[in-house]
């Protein structure tokens, strides 16, 4: 049977306009009532703007066979037990009959300020897949079969997340693949790496201008790290959990 994908590529592209226009919104709000946060963290706090892509991942459950399973999206339900802390908050979790399918976080970074949170993102995400599959090992999650971890980023895409970055390591030096890398690229070796070394199923970086308000336009990378391919695996996992029912 065919993978169902959900038109995906359209649905994206109404999610980054749901992005953008979620920013400029809740930066109005909060500036109207005399509470707006410094920088763009005002465009932040309202904490809804990667809801489209939550909703393609909903219909992606539905459309490969757990029509029934437990989508759980609610802050108050949506921890997991950790191993090296007690528990961690995810974006999205998928339960079916009481098994862990699936879960998902959904980030995002806009300028100006990408080095520090460029590392902070890389750092978190690392830690969080290395916590989850040490509890998975443990048996935290009961005796299930391995689940769907997926990280899925949205970058803008501007001049200085594209401009080639210098490093200073004075003792070794720097991996080539990332000498004279952009933010981006950055980003696109960090999800190449998560997958390749087991820590994440799917990891996919998206890149986006602010202009995409307009259009919802976004680009990827390559394959590897593109939303299709993100998307596919995703339906893949959730097909044979359905088919294991």
Known sequence: MALFLANHSTKASRAIKGFWSGRDEARLKQAAVGKGDQGERSAV?????????ISLMEELVRGNGLKSADIHL????????????????WDMLVIDRGRLVAALEFKSQVGPSFGNNCN???????????????AYRERAFGDVPRPFLGWLMLVEDAEASRTPVRDHSPHFPVFPEFQNASYLDRYHLLCKK???EQLYTSATVLASPRSAIKDGRFSCHEDMTSLTSFVSSFAGHIAIAASGR
């Open 194 to 196: 998560l997958v390749h």
């Open 120 to 134: 902070n993102r890389a750092e978190e995400a690392i830690g969080t897949a290395h916590d989850f599959w040490t």
């Open 74 to 89: 609610d802050r108050r339900v949506l921890t997991l037990p950790g191993f090296f802390r007690p528990t961690k908050l």
């Open 45 to 53: 706090t309202a904490g809804k703007n990667m809801n489209g892509f």
